[in-house]
């Protein structure tokens, strides 16, 4: 059974630092592309990093330099570290996965299996 369990998510303050974790529980995508999607109350989910095809990773402009996602194959575990946090960054963030590419992708559409989420505060 795939399940994608995040977690991680906390309130902190604005400068500060937090990692997020995502558990593939059913060991389903070791080799496929996965992502970490945020959506903010009243705004759409938008694409935050993908890591994809090896060791390739992708990020979205606002979180680039600051935002690494990385992952450990042996753990069946994405993670997303997150520095130098900005209340703007404040939002329920998700892990997604590919069922069957191993390429990059930002549209939450080509993700067919997604997480709970959990949420992230950052107060200023």
């Known amino acids: 059974q795939v399940q994608l369990v995040e977690s991680g998510g906390g309130l902190v303050q604005a400068g500060g630092s937090l990692r997020l974790s995502c558990v593939d529980s059913?060991?389903?995508?070791?080799?496929?592309?996965m992502a970490w999607f945020r959506q903010a109350p009243g705004k759409e989910r938008e694409f935050v990093a993908t890591?994809?095809?090896?060791?390739?990773?992708l990020y979205a402009d606002s979180v680039k330099d600051r935002f690494f996602i990385s992952r450990d194959k042996a753990k069946n575990t994405l993670y997303l570290l997150m520095n130098t946090l900005k209340p703007e960054d404040t939002a329920t963030y998700f892990c997604?996965?590919?069922?069957?590419?191993?390429?990059?992708?930002?549209?939450?559409?080509?993700?067919?299996?997604w997480g709970q989420g959990t949420q992230v505060t950052v107060s200023s």
């Open positions: 890591s994809y095809s090896g060791d390739n990773t």
């Open positions: 997604a996965a590919r069922s069957t590419s191993y390429w990059a992708s930002r549209v939450p559409f080509e993700f067919d299996y």
């Open positions: 059913g060991r389903t995508f070791s080799n496929r592309a």
